[in-house]
Structures are given as structure tokens and as C-alpha cells.
């Protein structure tokens, strides 16, 4: 995007590849408004996949959005990225949702451990709904959970296009020129959720340490030598 500085653009093409793909290309759901006003549950609201998902949620799709965010810094985050609703992942998500308002959600974007939240996910979506996640599982899925109600899951990975040599490897090429577009002309936004400074050990050690932490708000950056 020309209206981005390097470490802004840097943040951008692996996420914003992944959450295009899982919403619009494994969802199937419309980027041109055509399920404007059906919800998205999206867990993991405020890392560097979901931080793009949200923004691309509301401004393609018009979906509504709730998203996950465990502190109220992340919430804020979420909500100023377009989130309709915020709930805490680490509670009763389909608790929450009915709070809500919320009996079932029409989609389900998991960004995060997908092995915890299976379950929720499956009470939560609605009859032929779908879940998307990107998180490998390390346990087994009860995924006969999803049958009665004919509700489907898929997984995203950015890779596969490229690991396949697929026909349609060219998408990748094209969904990031629209999101550069996009951010061009105010609709979208870089997701940097912080600049570390320099790349050099100490701050690889240091970002490292962030991410494994697991408290991360959008995405960190390193710029230069």
C-alpha cells in the first residue's frame, strides 16, 4: 500500500492472505455483502489473523462481529478495529453468546487453540453452519459433535495454494492488491500492534518472549539492521 511505511505493509500479506481465505474462500462467505447482517464468532479476536478477519468481516461482508478478547486492552482493540460484540474466550462462550442475544452463531473463525475451544465452537454454530479454524489440533476432535446439525469444518492454511502448485495460486496475488487498495482508501487498516525497533538478537529474544506469552495485541514488527 502506498500509504503504508515498510514495517506498517510488513504486518499485512501473511494475515491478511490467511483471514481473506478463511472467510471468503473456505467460509464461502460473500465479499460483496451478500450475508451482510448473518454473525461471525471470531476466537482470537485480537492477534495478527484476527485483528485483519474483523476488519474485513465488517467492511466486505457486513457481518456482525464478536470477537474474543480476554483483557480490556485487547477488547478495545477489537472494538476499535469494528467488533459489534467482545466476550472473554477464557469463559463459557456459548454463554456469553446467549447473553448476548445470540442462540447460535452463522460462522465460526477460530484463531486460536483449537483443541480448547472445539466444543464451544460445536454447541455454538448454527444448524448448517461452518467452522474454519487455523489452529492445528494436538488431541482428538469429537467432530460427530457437528452432525445433527449438518454444520461443517474446514481448515485454512496460506500455504496450500503454493504447496500444490493449485490453478487458482494467482488469488493470493490479486486478494493482496485489493487489501492494499483497500487500505489506500481508508477502509482497512495496518494491524502493527507494536514496532520492537531493530532486528538484532536482543530484540528477537524480546519478541519471542511476547508472543510466547500469549498477551500479543495485533502484530510485532522488527525493521532494519
Do not use: Y
Not at 6 to 11: E, L
Amino acid at each position: 500500500p502506498a500509504s503504508l511505511d515498510f514495517p506498517q505493509a510488513a504486518a499485512l500479506p501473511l494475515t491478511a492472505i490467511t483471514a481473506w481465505e478463511a472467510m471468503f474462500d473456505r467460509l464461502r462467505i460473500s465479499p460483496k455483502g451478500e450475508d451482510a447482517g448473518k454473525s461471525v464468532l471470531i476466537i482470537g479476536g485480537a492477534g495478527g489473523v484476527g485483528s485483519i478477519g474483523i476488519q474485513l468481516a465488517k467492511v466486505l461482508a457486513g457481518l456482525t462481529v464478536i470477537a474474543t478478547a480476554s483483557r480490556p486492552e485487547s477488547e478495545a482493540w477489537c472494538r476499535g478495529l469494528g467488533a459489534d460484540h467482545t466476550i472473554d474466550h477464557h469463559g463459557d462462550i456459548p454463554a456469553q453468546l446467549r447473553a448476548l442475544g445470540f442462540a447460535h452463531v452463522d460462522f465460526v473463525l477460530c484463531f486460536n487453540d483449537t483443541d480448547r475451544h472445539f466444543n464451544a465452537m460445536a454447541e455454538a454454530i448454527a444448524p448448517q453452519g461452518t467452522i474454519c479454524t487455523i489452529v492445528e489440533n494436538t488431541g482428538p476432535l469429537a467432530i460427530s459433535a457437528l452432525k445433527n446439525k449438518s454444520a461443517g469444518f474446514v481448515w485454512e492454511l496460506m500455504f496450500t495454494r503454493a504447496m500444490f502448485q493449485t490453478p487458482d495460486m494467482i488469488a493470493q496475488h490479486r486478494l493482496l492488491n485489493e487489501v492494499a487498495r483497500l487500505i489506500d482508501a481508508g477502509k482497512l487498516r495496518t494491524t502493527v500492534g507494536d514496532n520492537l525497533g531493530t532486528i538484532n538478537a536482543a530484540n528477537l529474544r524480546r519478541a519471542h518472549a511476547l508472543l510466547e506469552g500469549g498477551r500479543t495485541i495485533g502484530k510485532l514488527v522488527l525493521s532494519g539492521f
